[in-house]
């Protein structure tokens, strides 16, 4: 008789297998970000803009030209847009170490206020009682009194010292990091511009003859709706995005503050990531209306605008237009932009929702994972 060496399915040895392919492909993910963020990011822009090419190339128009117009036409309004913002950008930038001296030394006023007033009751008693028991230790009391009295200023003098390094350390590391994102903005317009150029004859040679293929037809309905609905999603919250940024910045140039087309753009920007997105937008415009009017109830005002309008686009808006289909579970949300953060960083965050869309998509269509499905829609 003969004993089998194998182990049964769902066994201790495949649990441990399914668990370190899982570690391996993250670990691949953290490791591979520099060569996977451009990958990624030019696959989702050139599944947009490739039903595009293929109405041109219907009419006859080779895939070349159609594929470097919608680069000119795609990169034509950001980069009127960056010129546009690269003055007020390069500003608050450089005012960054002037905001943190600034904004500390107020805080440092308010803080001296509250310690004096926190002091005088107790100082009284032990004046009486050094005066009636103690009096030859007056003098080392003085002293320690004083000592006391000098000892915040220093201590505050330092805090207010790590601040301003630390604000001149995060613009060092952001022009530092502007050379690497620039490359990496580059590679991703050469990789979309050959996407949508060659990427189709790759993928019908890919559907046609690969062996890993067996059902043709279902990875073709597939690969169709995943750009159907994607395309649909990001367009949407493209389009409502830009709104808010618009309205935005026209409320902030009735209002009188400052650099509205600047705050406009970043808070569009921000909102590519729910809940969190709004939630930064809120912390940079308090910072923002602290500089401009100083720590008085007005610098709450670009905030409290900019929380009114996105309360309205997020509330009302959104759910109007993108429907239930579009729903996804606002905690899984937050796990998933959590995970793509640590794995990717700020891009990460950008690209987490189109992919959690993309593995849903993917997952309904093939029929696997309900259970899955089903906890990612939950409302």
């Known amino acids: 008789m003969t004993v ?9 040895q495949t649990k441990v297998l399914k668990t370190l392919l899982l570690l391996a492909v993250i670990y691949t993910l953290y490791l591979a970000k520099s060569l996977l963020i451009p990958l990624f990011f030019s696959a989702f822009v050139a599944l947009l803009l490739s039903p595009l090419v293929a109405i041109a190339r219907r009419i006859y128009i080779p895939r070349t030209i159609s594929a470097a117009a919608l680069m000119v036409l795609l990169l034509t309004p950001f980069t009127f847009l960056g010129l546009q913002l690269a003055e007020p950008a390069e500003r608050w930038m450089q005012a960054l170490p002037k905001m943190a001296a600034e904004i500390t030394e107020e805080i440092n006023e308010i803080s001296d206020s509250l310690v004096e007033e926190s002091e005088k009751p107790v100082a009284e008693p032990q004046e009486e009682e050094s005066d009636s028991f103690f009096d030859w230790f007056g003098d080392d009391d003085d002293e320690k009194e004083a000592e006391k009295a000098e000892s915040p200023p220093e201590e505050q003098n330092t805090v207010s010292d790590k601040l301003k390094q630390n604000s001149i350390e995060m613009a060092i590391s952001v022009l ?52 159907t609905e994607l395309s649909a999603y990001i367009v949407t919250i493209s389009i409502i995005n830009a709104l808010l940024g618009t309205a935005t910045a026209i409320v902030f140039t009735y209002l009188g503050i400052d650099d509205a087309i600047l705050w406009g753009a ?23 209306g602290m500089v401009q009017f100083g720590l008085v109830s007005t610098a709450f005002l670009p905030a409290a605008v900019f929380l009114g309008i996105n309360i309205l686009e997020s509330q009302l808006i959104t759910p109007a237009v993108l429907g239930r289909s579009m729903q996804l579970n606002p905690l899984i949300i937050i796990l998933w932009l959590s995970v793509a953060g640590w794995l990717w960083g700020i891009v ?32």
């Not at 089998?4 to 201790?12: F, N």
């Not at 502007?178 to 996407?195: H, K, R, S, T, V």
């Open 4 to 12: 089998s060496t194998t182990s049964p399915k769902g066994g201790p």
């Open 176 to 227: 530092s990091n502007a050379p690497l994102l620039l490359a990496q903005i580059f590679a991703c317009l050469i990789f979309i511009f050959f996407l949508l150029v060659f990427g189709p004859g790759l993928f019908k040679v890919f559907i046609r003859d690969f062996p890993i293929v067996t059902n043709k037809r279902r990875a073709l309905v597939l690969v169709h709706h995943i750009q």
């Open 266 to 288: 970043l808070v569009a920007l921000m909102n590519f990531v729910p809940y969190l997105g709004g939630l930064a937008s809120c912390s940079i415009l308090l910072v923002a």
């Open 348 to 379: 990460g965050v950008l690209l987490a929702v189109p992919l959690l869309m993309s593995f849903k998509i993917i997952l309904k269509n093939l029929g696997a994972l309900p259970h899955w499905v089903r906890l990612i829609e939950t409302k």
